[in-house]
Every structure is written in C-alpha cells, then in structure tokens.
C-alpha cells in the first residue's frame, strides 16, 4: 500500500506507537477467522462468497504491506494515523465499508438544481409514471415486440408506435432508431448516399457531444453541398446549387444558437415550392421536435413536427427525450416511400432501438391525445411549466434549513432567477423561475468557498448540482419535484459534518 493510500484510509486508526510498529502488529487474523465470524454472515449474504473472500484478502495484504513498511521505514502515515486495528470486528467493518464501495453502482440520482430542465449530461427527460410502469412490465415480461397477434407472424416493431404517430404529426409514415443523430445518420444515407444534399451556411450546426452536420453528413457518405453565407442564405443560393447531383434538400434547426442582425434565412414554406420545381426532396432536422403548441401552456413557440410536416418537408427528424419528454430515441417522420427505403436500409437493423425503449415511448406519445391534459401528466411538461411562487414557497421553506448545515460561512437568499428549457430547445428563451442564491459570507472567507461548496453538495447521498455564476452558488428549484423535496432536506444534515 502506497503512503498515498494510507494516508487517504481514514478507516486505519488506534493505538499508535509513534515511530515504528511493534512487530506484533503485523501478526493479522487469518482470512478464515474473518469469514466465519457471525458478524460476516450478512456480507457473504449479500455479496457472496468469492467476491467477499477475494475482498479479504485484498484488504489484509494491503495492511501487511503498510504495517511492514512502517516497521523498516518507520511510515510517516502510520505514525501520525496511529497503527490500524487489527481485530476481527475492525477487519469486518473495514471489509463491509470496501464490499459497499466497490458495488456502488456508478450511474446515481441526482438533484438537476441547474435550472437547465432537459440537460443532456444529467440524462434529459424524466419519463411520466405511465413509462416508468410500461418499462418495468416490458423487462419482466415477453412482450410482442415483433410479433403480430393478429395474425401470429412476424411483425415490425416500428408498428407498435407508427400509428400513434401518424395521428400526432400528419405524417405519411413513421421510423425510430436509436437517437436523433441516428435518424439524421440513417436518412442521409438512405437518400443520398454518393450525392449531394444541400445547407444553408447559417444551418451548419455542432449539437454538444460531436454532432455536427458536415461531419456526421460525410460518415453518412453525403457530399455537403453549401450555400449562402454564415448570417445571410436566399432562395437563389439553393436554386442554383440544385441539379442532376442533388439529393436532398435540408434545413437543421438551430437548435443552441441564434443568428441575430443582417440576417437572411429561408423559411420551409419558401423552400417547399423550390424542392418540388426541382424534384428533390425536402429534409427538416428539428432537433427538438415537439408534438403539440408550446404557447397555449404560456411557453414560447417552437416550431411542432405537424407544421413541419404541413410546411412542406418531405422527412422530419427529431429526439424522443427532448422537449417530447419521453426515452432517448430518434423519430424519423415523413413521405411513405422515403421511409420505406430507409427502413431497408442495413444500417436500421444497427440503430434500432430495444424493447425498453418502445415500452417508454408508447404512453408518452399516448398522454398527447389529451393535451389538456398533458403539464399535469407529461413531467417535462409539468416542470416547464411550473409557477414561479411554486418555487418561491419551496425555496423558503428550505433557506433555513441549508443556511443551518452551511454555518456562518456562507449566506444563503431566495432570489428569482431564469431556468433554460435546455437540449437546444429554445435557445435564447427563458422561464421565470426561483431558488437558492449561496454565497461565500465576507467574513471568515476561506479560498476557493464556491469550489469547495459545490464538491461538498456533490459528494453527498444523492449528489445536488447547481450552477456557478456571479461569484455565487445558484440552486434553481424547478426541477427539484415535491417527491424529492424531503430527501433534499434530509440530506443537508450531512453537509455540516
Ligand atoms: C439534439 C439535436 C440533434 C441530436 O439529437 P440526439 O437525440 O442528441 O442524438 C441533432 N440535431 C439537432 C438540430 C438537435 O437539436
């Protein structure tokens, strides 16, 4: 064991004898002794009888080694920690705490305090109830995914949701693989694999996490055709880009980023009419795709997949756990005949998506019947929409309670501040929300009191995540829901040791 690791165990502490280790102390029980201890019934139980013994052994040959180099070298570390416990039931706790460590699954809850509702590094959307129970039964039970229990064939598991979305989006026909990235993958290489397809310079757009149009447009094997410049793109610029070498048309929303000033861009409806003069058909990449208008729950407008659909576009792409507020997935909508082709393209059968995904986005798509319904139901929905004086209540009932578990070192105030939809989603919009505002308190300011703030709140249980700016701590609450409120407060007992 390194000084490094034995400094950091802070599990290693009892009698000390400052400068060198009896010889006793390196004479450790026996790892049969350990393992048949009453008390390491209930590791064996739970993590069974390999892993616990390999744990073991692993845990006593560190503290041979360290007890032996404190003894020859006289280990700085031991003498100051104290020479470690060596008996049984110090061994078993230090054996319990490793076996917890090492099991602990990586992938853990958290609280999204970042006032980013659909952010993509904290997994985007949460799945309404109806999902979560459609995803249990779904890996519990053989389903008919590919099975048509009309006829007793072989079915198509894009069927098990094609319908639900042709009466959503007025869409001829429907597909789904496995992200939008790979629906925009699949179309481009379905349709203009060896040809060109045409972009506005404005529309060349890099999503977070290496999706970019050109570079995703050449893996796809389509040649980029540009036209227009960054700010400014007319209907000429495509008109005269069009001819025998062209096969597709395809405006990209631009989903993280807005071109404001001299600008020029081509509407779809403008587009529509030239793509059916030249014969060429018309691709729109929504990113975001909404199925219903945002404005009528007081949210800005984004463009929805049906007035795509309706503007023109002969395909539509866009992500399932955007603003939809379903599973990852990517939804390609559009001219029967394209997506037939693209359904035969080898590459689907590598996209597609699993069973586990269908079994999310069927009730998600289902909840859009009713749309009254849906800020109630649909939890994206619900947290978009979520009254500021919502938050503020939250937020007031909680100040006190994490002013106490930060002490006098910092100060903490409710303040109204402003969530992003996030995922592209409407960019530059944003919604009034409220939260916490922790601040390094002038007095008895230590270095670094925002850094080292954010790294305590994100070591706890279930780690809470806020947003640096202005020198201070922001904790947006419009994400923190009233199942999670009790457990956020909980929690901040631990933040005061
Ligand atoms: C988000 C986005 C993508 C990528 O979608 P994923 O579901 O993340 O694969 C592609 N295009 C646009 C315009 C987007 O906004």
């Known amino acids: 064991m ?25 004479r450790l029980p026996a ?3 350990i393992l048949s201890d009453a008390d390491c019934e209930p590791l064996l139980a739970a993590y069974g009888r390999v892993q616990t013994l390999d744990a073991a052994r692993a845990l006593l040959a560190e503290l041979r080694a360290m007890l032996l180099a404190a003894r020859e070298g006289g280990d700085t570390a031991v003498a100051v920690a104290g020479a470690p416990d060596t008996s049984i039931p110090s061994l078993l706790a230090m054996l319990a705490a490793r076996l917890q460590e090492q099991n602990a699954s990586p992938l853990r809850p958290v609280f999204n305090l970042t006032g980013t509702v659909l952010h993509t590094n904290l997994g985007r959307a949460l799945l309404p109830d ?24 072989r079915g198509d598991r894009d069927n098990l949701i094609e319908e639900l979305l042709l009466e959503l989006t007025g869409a001829e026909a429907a597909t789904i693989v496995n992200n939008n990235a ?8 379905t349709v203009a694999l060896g040809k060109e397809v045409i972009v ?6 890099e999503i977070g996490g290496a999706f970019r149009i050109p570079d ?28 025998p070498q062209t096969a597709l048309m395809m405006k990209v929303h631009t989903s993280n980023y807005a071109i404001t000033g001299f600008t020029k861009s081509i509407e779809l409806h403008e587009l529509a009419p030239l793509s059916k003069k030249h014969n060429i058909p018309l691709a729109v990449d929504l990113g975001s795709g909404t199925l219903v208008d945002l404005e009528q ?53 590598a996209l597609r998506v699993g069973k586990l995904t269908l079994a999310a986005l069927e009730p998600v798509l289902a909840l859009y019947r009713a749309p009254d319904l849906l800020p109630e139901r649909l939890t994206t929905l619900k947290l978009l929409t979520r009254p500021a004086a919502d938050m503020r209540a939250q937020a007031q009932a909680i100040l006190p309670q994490l002013q106490a578990a930060l002490g006098a070192g910092y100060e903490v105030t409710e303040e109204a501040m402003f969530s992003q939809i996030g995922s592209g989603a409407l960019p530059v919009d944003q919604l009034q929300s409220h939260g916490l505002v922790v601040r390094p308190a002038a007095a008895g300011r230590v270095s670094n009191a925002l850094g080292v703030l954010e790294q305590r709140l994100r070591a706890l249980p279930l780690p809470v995540i806020g947003r640096v700016a202005q020198d201070a701590l922001w904790l947006d609450l419009r994400c923190l829901q009233d199942y999670q409120q009790q457990r956020f407060i909980e929690q901040l007992a631990l933040l005061t040791a």
């Open 2 to 26: 390194s000084e490094q690791s034995a400094r950091s165990d802070n599990t290693l502490h009892g009698a000390a004898s400052a400068a060198g280790v009896p010889a006793a102390a390196i």
């Open 216 to 243: 995703v447009m050449a893996r796809a094997g389509a040649v980029l055709r540009e036209v227009g410049a960054t700010n400014r793109t007319h209907l000429k610029d495509y008109d005269e880009a069009a001819g």
């Open 182 to 189: 790979a629906a925009v993958l699949l179309m481009l290489n």
């Open 200 to 205: 506005s310079r404005g529309e060349l757009v």
């Open 297 to 349: 729950y007081g949210l800005p407008h984004e463009t929805t997949v049906r007035e795509t659909i309706e503007g023109g576009a002969d395909l539509v792409t866009f992500s399932g756990d955007k603003l939809l507020g379903g599973p990852q997935c990517g939804i390609i909508v559009g001219r029967k005949d394209l997506i037939a082709q693209i359904k035969k393209n080898p590459l689907k059968r």
């Open 130 to 153: 109806a999902a979560v129970q459609a995803v249990v039964d779904s890996m519990r039970w053989p389903m008919n995914l590919e099975w048509d229990l009309d006829t007793g064939k």
């Open 31 to 33: 790892v049969h002794l």
